[in-house]
């Protein structure tokens, strides 16, 4: 019997933003037009992700803050466009079906 190579796909490479990259992310929020409501929610969802991150050991909760941030930014456009279509549907839009599923 001859031995085969293993085929077997490498496990994807969890998402780890640059390490600046919270502070480029917490600039162009403060940039935005929306600024006074994104702002706040930036920090409140650091602020948790850091606690989390101290509990578990792990810097999954903060990559996941960025890149969940990160995915709001570049969708910002499309959602305004879409609104600005006339077709809001503001009560009926899924945040999961915007940004997509988490990794």
Known sequence: MSAQPDHTPAPATPYAPAPGAPAELRAQLR???RAGQWVPAFERDW???LD???H???????HEAVRT???RVAAAPDVD???DSGRDETGFVDL???L???P
Not at 56 to 62: A, D, M, Q, R, V
């Open 56 to 62: 578990t050991f792990s810097l999954t909760p903060l």
């Open 81 to 83: 466009a879409y609104l």
């Open 52 to 54: 989390d991150a101290r």
């Open 96 to 98: 999961d079906d915007v």
């Open 69 to 71: 941030w990160q995915l």
């Open 100 to 102: 997509g599923g988490r």
């Open 31 to 33: 940039a935005d037009r």
């Open 47 to 49: 602020a948790k992700a």
